[in-house]
């Protein structure tokens, strides 16, 4: 056994670990960040945005330093139903400027260099090396097993992703049900910096954030996702695994299937597959979520299921930073008190709380049990598509106006009008 | 874009495989009871297959995603899973 004791070892080198790390080794404390990747960002996936708000006010204009693709400035939800497509398309221009909202980016670089800015705060980064086991102490965590290596610390942080094993030897975190967690796919698609800018109407280096709800999924509950980076697309699906449990379309099909549709076709032509990923996400929010911490232990990012999908919005990465953020904030608290037991760390919870992510994740507490509605994926997508496209036909038949349209339409699908209303009202209260 | 096989998506990849020690055991004869065998079409990267009735599964090409721990209605006895021995399995280029 190691004679030097960590003040930190941090197990999972992505945003949640990294920035944690990089809080730490700031405040100059000894801190261990244990990575099972060849390097940082090698094992992470993601659909492609991040959200600017957390990491800015950690890295304040990381913009400027950091491998992001592009700025998002168009945001478009595209309900498909084979032929018929309809998009909401909404461009804002303030996006672009700094401090930036959203930014598209790949994970292989993006969590390298966060690594990197760990590193260079003097926090230990070790890759290569997959954590096997905790050490415990009268039930408390003093540590981590990695084959024949042990090290200890006076805390560990688990940032290590939605199969978390480390919250799972801790006893924190149950493994979680399918209906929990998605099952995301993409394909980075190469193209032309010109071309990308071009078909999606961006000027510059600008970027567009897709998603696409209705036959992409063959009516399971969940979506397809575009997005713009330089010089390639991340083109995906994600549905839940409880879908894929009961179906029999493979979701490796479903992709392919994706790159096909009319409203797809066009946008990826003449591109070239450069990489095949997938990844869970943990989708339950506060239904799923573990323990956050234990004696001697801290739970981050995705292996505390700190991810929020409205269906229009997708948030991870912030929930991941400013968790990484908080636990190191815990951390400091807990050292200055030496106190590194469950009540010791608790500030870390209270931080979620005021800020930001537990009060999201509250606030949207109904929102996975909404988006658990089928009619979601199928009826409404119909609906929506074959409404407008009534609307935009001239054919020599007699005039109907706007609102014989709808009541017709909604009559002809298989939602009723009280159904209709009925998720209206509480799709608009509870996302 | 020309439709592209399960095994030409993952010949893209690059993959450090670890030939020593494959990271997810399946026991075939817990398999062989399941109705559905729901991993044979959730898998990503389509490494579970019906072979004369039987499951086959090769740990090469694993995208290390979790689904078939997620999804197996027997994960418990039927899977042992955990992650490759660190630096080996899925490089992501990109990710």
């Known amino acids: 056994m190691s004679e030097d004791k960590f003040a930190a070892i941090i197990v999972g080198a992505g945003p949640a670990g990294s920035t944690a790390a990089y809080l730490l080794a700031r405040e100059g404390l000894e801190v261990l960040l244990i990575e099972k990747g060849a390097t940082p960002g090698s094992k992470n996936m993601f659909g492609g945005r991040m959200y600017s708000h957390a990491l800015n006010r950690i890295i304040p204009n990381f913009w400027e330093y950091a491998p992001v693709e592009r700025p998002v400035a168009r945001e478009i939800i595209t309900f498909l139903n084979g032929g018929h497509g309809v998009s909401i398309d909404c461009q804002n221009l303030n996006w672009v400027k700094p401090p930036y909202h959203s930014f598209t980016l790949l994970r292989a670089e993006f969590d390298d260099w966060l690594a990197s800015k760990a590193e260079e705060e003097g926090a230990m980064l070790a890759c290569g090396i997959r954590v096997d086991d905790l050490l415990f102490d009268k039930g408390r965590v003093v540590g981590i097993r990695a084959g024949e290596d042990e090290m200890l610390a006076d805390v560990i942080i688990a940032a290590d992703g939605v199969n978390s094993i480390v919250a799972q030897k801790a006893g924190l975190a149950k493994m979680f049900l399918p209906h929990q967690v998605a099952t995301g796919v993409k394909q980075v698609i190469k193209l032309s910096p010109e071309t990308i800018s071009q078909r999606f109407g961006l000027d510059g280096n600008n970027g567009a954030a897709q998603l696409f709800v209705g036959d992409c999924t063959e009516g399971m509950q969940g979506g397809g996702f575009l997005y713009t980076n330089k010089s390639t697309l991340s083109l995906g699906l994600v549905i839940k695994a409880s879908e894929l449990q009961k179906t029999k379309y493979k979701i490796s099909d479903l992709i392919e299937d994706f790159k096909d549709n009319p409203q797809v076709k066009p946008l990826v032509e003449g591109g070239e597959v450069v990489e095949y990923s997938a990844h869970l996400v943990p989708e339950a929010g506060l239904e799923m979520m573990p323990q956050l911490c234990g004696d001697g232990i801290l739970v981050a990012g995705d292996a505390a299921g700190f991810v929020l999908n409205l269906g229009f919005i997708v948030r991870g990465m912030d929930f991941a930073i400013a968790s990484g953020e908080a636990a190191a904030k815990a951390v400091m608290a807990a050292r200055k008190n030496k106190n590194f037991t469950r009540q010791g760390l608790s500030l870390y919870v209270q931080l979620l709380k005021q800020d930001f992510i537990l009060r999201d994740l509250e606030a949207y507490r109904k929102g996975p049990d909404f988006l658990g509605n089928r009619r979601m994926f199928k009826e409404y997508p119909q609906l929506v598509t074959e409404l407008a496209s009534k609307v935009f036909t001239v054919d020599g038949t007699p005039p109907v106006h706007l609102l014989g349209k709808i009541l017709s339409q909604v009559k002809e699908s298989r939602v009723g009008p009280f159904q209709l209303a009925g998720d209206s009202w509480k799709g608009a209260r509870l996302l | ?95």
């Open chain 2, 1 to 95: 874009m020309k439709r592209l096989t399960i095994e030409q998506l993952l010949g893209i990849n690059k993959f450090a495989v670890d030939d020593d020690q494959a990271h997810i055991i399946v026991k075939k004869e817990i398999c062989a009871l399941c109705l559905n065998k729901p991993c044979t079409f959730a898998c990503p990267a389509n490494l579970y297959k019906l072979k004369d009735g039987q499951i086959s599964f090769d740990y090469a090409g694993c995208l290390e995603c979790g689904t078939c721990r997620a999804i197996c209605p027997q994960a418990t006895a039927a899977l042992s899973w955990q992650y490759p021995r660190g630096g080996f399995g899925v490089n992501f280029r990109y990710g």
